[in-house]
């Protein structure tokens, strides 16, 4: 695709529950991460995979938080019996590699994720 | 920890003025990016700077990384309404690879 996809755009969740949010990157890009981004502040890191290769997770707020990539593409950010502090925006995107030249992030749309 | 602030937090200018904003880090920098997210959108990215006393240029904006790689600037000179957005630094720090730490964001209105 042209750029980064991610579904879906929006999800209220209600308290206790289980949500899956998707990332496809852009094709070809080693690189991807997921970030958090509270009303009115910067995006937070949260993790980073290179391939399928989970490389920096320190981001995760909690083991509530899981990421994968099982094949290197697409990307699956879950988050187990969600809480009203997760209300946010989660941000995924993605890099054609970690070198300088290659790094440049490009960013998804976002997920609005409201948990009631 | 590593922490990137950024002032003021809000400007609020009226067209044509410059505006200016400041992106500290607490530590040295291995390089620094500048984004732009548009109200409602994603963060897209402006420039990448590595080198310490680097100065780059795109059209009416004006980036510094400073000679210690623990401060940067952004000028926009002559601003105009499509400039409104929050501009981030979002800073690389030696060992930590690709991640980025985003700064706190400075929010620019622009009117008429």
């Known amino acids: 695709g042209a750029g980064v996809s991610q579904s879906p755009r929006y999800k209220v969740a209600k308290r206790g529950q289980d949500v899956a949010l998707r990332c496809d990157p852009i094709s070809g890009h080693v690189s991807l991460f997921w970030y958090q981004q509270a009303l009115g502040q910067g995006p937070e890191f949260l993790t980073y995979?290179?391939?399928?290769?989970?490389?920096?997770k320190s981001g995760l707020p909690s083991d509530r938080f899981f990421a994968e990539r099982p094949e290197g593409s697409v990307s699956t950010l879950k988050i187990q019996r969600t809480q009203q502090e997760d209300s946010a925006v989660y941000l995924c995107?993605?890099?054609?590699?970690?070198?300088?030249?290659?790094?440049?992030?490009?960013f998804g749309a976002g997920t609005r994720l409201s948990v009631l | 920890g590593q922490q990137v602030m950024q002032i003021p937090q809000y400007q609020h200018v009226q067209e044509g003025e410059d505006f200016t904003t400041y992106c500290n880090s607490s530590?040295?920098?291995?390089?620094i990016q500048w984004y732009k997210q548009r109200p409602g959108g994603h963060p897209v990215f402006l420039i990448q700077l590595v080198k310490s006393g680097e100065v780059k240029k795109q059209k009416r904006l004006t980036f510094q990384f400073g000679e210690a790689k623990k401060n940067s600037s952004l000028h926009i000179t002559a601003t105009q309404t499509t400039d409104v957005g929050t501009y981030f630094c979002a800073g690389r720090y030696t060992g930590t690879a690709s991640k980025l730490t985003f700064g706190t964001g400075t929010r620019l209105q622009v009117t008429l």
């Open positions: 995107a993605s890099s054609r590699g970690a070198a300088l030249a290659k790094n440049i992030q490009y």
């Open positions: 530590t040295t920098l291995s390089n």
């Open positions: 995979f290179q391939n399928e290769a989970q490389l920096d």
